[in-house]
């Protein structure tokens, strides 16, 4: 057995082993207050370089940590922030995809495009499908290898571009969606350990998005066309086996066209409804009194509301024209349907919340802050390979947790606030993230949605095993990797935008601004620990 093989059966085994991501936080939330109990004992403590505050650990079971426990139940979950976010856009999100409107959509695109660039539009279709949800998987990656068979290529090529672009390309899109809400939604609260004044918005890494979209395509329809393809060789459909038949290859019908057109009239409408009230005098999207670059800091967190509501709408729309949707009673359904789609989330951010509050509560998450930042600053190493590193830790406990939300929310409470002391924005450190918990998906059979990409597979070719299918992804996971980290070192190194108002570094604020609470519109999270203030407050650090 090869030595790859022994590593992949062995990563196979220890993920298997692990516990369900629901216990794997009872196991964290019980280290936390056992470590929490040896840090008050030890009288660990730190000093913001922000607020001036003395952080002190906290133990977790004083009589007061514990009545925000137990009594603070509800409210824990209530003000766990990614939880809100999810479930307003899901309201509307809902609606689309139940309607019809999301996988009308994504046939119309890839029927419609021209075999020369098949590729690329199967990836670009791959990436936006991610605000389908689960629907992308579904969806997106068995009829682009239906398309690749009908234009006359090989069909587990068109697969293993779909899969690329829809797992390998999580990280990319062309405008924020669902999964920004709550990777984001994460990000502020941690932010709120150093900085309490801080806020993030659902654009926070827009323009980073959009960028792994440019970056990733071309390297898909390379890898693709270049590689896989003349790897798989000519298709030859196997004697005995009959392709699948699926109604997704057919043509839209006159209904679902009228309602594609429906629905873009619909989105036009919700694009000029959303720009005049931007721009009428007094809009409350805009705050005159900020800095010219926060001027439009209110626009920017209304885009929670506005995604939901054109959700809605648009698949509304979409539901009259096609007449998928009979009456107002059946929009109601889509919504209820959606939310209970949601349950395995509620349960698992049940636990995370505490998880998240509890960690705020000991001091123990901006304590190991500001001592990780003190000693990564006397290594003076430089801010890219600071975040690569990020970006590698990512990509390993992504090869046994495969909740992205869940590997965020424990990692968050430290990353964030070390990276802000170090001069680096919460938004920056999100991205690093992000590029790190989407490139292995396509390689590790952890991975919940292998085993049905798998299926997928084989209905083309029976013996196209578990062995063949990592083969043909790990190319693209290479590759994603390699770019992955170029493009965090370069967003870095040549200071762009994350997205709008959003930069790479962090300025601290003043100690006395950023003592005060979240600005207004700003998620609400829970809050650390009232601390004492020391009479020298430490000198800020350095842009």
């Not at 809400?181 to 890494?205: F, Q």
């Not at 459909?237 to 699926?246: E, L």
């Not at 395995?344 to 001091?363: C, E, K, Q, T």
């Amino acid at each position: 057995m090869s030595v790859a093989s022994r590593a992949l059966n062995a990563v196979e085994r220890v993920g298997n082993r692990l516990p369900d991501p629901v216990f794997l936080f009872l196991w964290l939330i019980g280290g936390l207050i056992v470590l929490s109990l040896v840090g008050a004992g030890l009288g660990w403590s730190a000093v913001n370089p922000v607020t001036g505050d003395r952080l002190e650990a906290q133990s977790l079971l004083s009589p007061e940590n514990l009545e925000r426990l137990i009594i603070g139940m509800p409210r824990t979950l209530a003000d766990f922030p990614p939880l809100g976010i999810v479930i307003t856009i899901i309201y509307g999100a809902s609606v689309a995809e139940r309607a019809g409107l999301f996988s009308t959509a994504i046939r119309g695109a890839l029927l419609n495009a021209p075999r020369a660039i098949l590729t690329p539009v199967v990836v670009i279709t791959g990436m936006v499908s991610h605000h389908a949800s689960d629907a992308s998987y579904v969806v997106v990656i068995p009829l682009a290898a239906v398309i690749f068979a009908a234009a006359g290529r090989h069909p587990l090529a068109g697969l293993a571009a779909g899969f690329a672009a829809v797992s390998g390309g999580y990280a990319g899109n062309l405008f924020p969606g669902a999964s920004d809400a709550l990777i984001l939604g994460i990000t502020e609260p941690a932010a709120h350990l150093i900085d309490p004044s801080y806020s993030v918005n659902i654009a926070g890494n827009w323009f980073f998005i959009v960028g792994v979209v440019i970056v990733f395509t071309p390297i898909v329809w390379f890898l693709t066309d270049r590689v896989i393809e003349p790897r798989l060789g000519p298709w030859t459909p196997i004697a005995g086996v009959a392709p699948p038949k699926t109604s997704e290859k057919e043509p839209l019908t006159a209904d679902e066209k009228r309602g594609l057109a429906f629905a873009g009239l619909s989105l036009l409408a919700m694009i000029a409804l959303w720009a005049l009230i931007t721009f009428l005098p007094g809009s409350p999207f805009v705050d005159p009194t900020a800095e010219p670059e926060q001027k439009f800091n209110p626009l920017y967190r209304s885009l929670v509301a506005f995604f939901a509501v054109t959700f809605f709408v648009t698949g509304a729309a979409y539901g009259v024209g096609s007449r998928s949707v009979r009456s107002h009673r059946d929009l109601v359904v889509m919504m209820r349907d959606g939310i209970a789609q949601l349950a395995p989330y509620i349960v698992l951010a049940f636990f995370a919340a505490h998880f998240v509050a509890m960690f705020n509560w000991s001091g123990l998450g901006p304590i190991l802050a500001v001592n990780a930042a003190a000693g990564l600053k006397s290594l003076a190493l430089p801010a890219p390979l600071l975040l690569i590193c990020v970006v590698f830790i990512s990509c390993f406990f992504d090869l046994f947790i495969g909740s992205a939300s869940a590997k965020w929310s424990a990692l968050a409470p430290i990353v964030v606030p070390m990276f802000m002391l170090l001069g680096i924005s919460p938004e920056m450190t999100t991205a690093a993230y992000r590029m790190g918990d989407s490139v292995t998906n396509i390689a590790t059979p952890l991975m919940s949605y292998f085993p049905l990409i798998l299926t997928f597979a084989q209905r083309w070719d029976p013996r196209f095993g578990l062995g063949s299918l990592m083969a043909t992804m790990l190319p693209y996971a290479g590759a994603f990797l390699i770019a992955g980290l170029c493009m965090v070192a370069a967003w870095v190194a040549f200071d762009l935008p994350l997205g709008p108002g959003v930069g790479v570094h962090y300025q601290p604020p003043a100690p006395a601004v950023a003592a005060q609470e979240p600005v207004s519109g700003g998620v609400a999270g829970p809050h650390s620990p009232p601390q004492a203030a020391v009479v020298a407050p430490s000198t800020a650090p350095s842009r």
